[in-house]
């Protein structure tokens, strides 16, 4: 089974210039999640698809990064414009579930890791 | 709210030799918990849950975790390490009833040969 695939896996861009990452999660699952982790943290929610509905996107800076996830497969993360402490790595995530639980396993792909100078 | 704590930033250990990685958590309810295992410069690997049921869970790579309801604990451990194991451990829980999770912030685990 195919797991979540993430791309670019490393970019790096200038203060203020734009950047997007995609995901497509492993086949089948409806929830799609975007982490941000920054070095010497834990990862942290940015926001949580229902297949093409937001669950939860409280922890999105929304003046400068924006999600979506049409036709409820594949997802695009954008940051615009970026700053220097965007420099993290960007992980994509899926679960299985279609329900509300908390049990669920998460599945992570290989993360796309953004330097902004 | 919820929260997990990783009280080591790194713990070191001797190939052969038993390891445990501590996690502590704050949760309302039932806790979901997980452990997640990160080499460098790739993603997260899942190793184990506990949902409910036995206290003792079992996972990838030889890796169990102990439920400690009374102390809110759940503590990662292997009989044996190995260099292999060598990597970033995360623990996490489960936050409210939309399924994604909260991490602690991280043990670096160092085997030596």
């Known amino acids: 089974e195919a797991g979540v695939a993430q791309s670019p896996r490393y970019k790096i861009i200038e203060k203020r210039q734009s950047v997007a990452f995609w995901c497509n999660p492993i086949s089948g699952h409806a929830t799609l999640y975007w982490y941000q982790q920054i070095l010497g943290q834990g990862p942290k929610l940015l926001i949580q698809f229902q297949n093409n509905g937001v669950v939860d996107d409280s922890q999105l800076p929304k003046d400068r990064f924006s999600a979506e996830r049409l036709k409820g497969v594949d997802s695009t993360l954008k940051i615009q414009p970026a700053k220097l402490e965007d420099s993290a790595v960007y992980l994509c995530?899926?679960?299985?579930?279609?329900?509300?639980?908390?049990?669920?396993?998460?599945?992570f792909g290989e993360g796309s890791w953004l330097t902004v100078v | 709210a919820q929260s997990v704590a990783q009280p080591e930033d790194q713990v070191n250990v001797a190939e052969g030799n038993p390891l445990t990685v501590k996690c502590t958590y704050s949760?309302?309810?039932?806790?979901?918990l997980f452990w997640y295992v990160q080499y460098p410069n790739r993603g997260l690997q899942f190793l184990l849950k506990y949902i409910t049921g036995d206290n003792l869970v079992k996972g990838s790579y030889g890796f169990e975790a102990e439920f400690n309801k009374s102390q809110t604990s759940f503590h990662l451990k292997k009989p044996s390490a190995l260099v292999s194991d060598s990597a970033l451990y995360f623990c996490a829980c489960g936050r409210g009833s939309q399924g994604n999770l909260i991490f602690g912030k991280g043990t670096k685990l160092s085997v030596k040969p």
């Open positions: 949760v309302s309810g039932n806790p979901y």
């Open positions: 995530a899926s679960s299985p579930w279609t329900g509300m639980s908390s049990g669920n396993t998460i599945y």
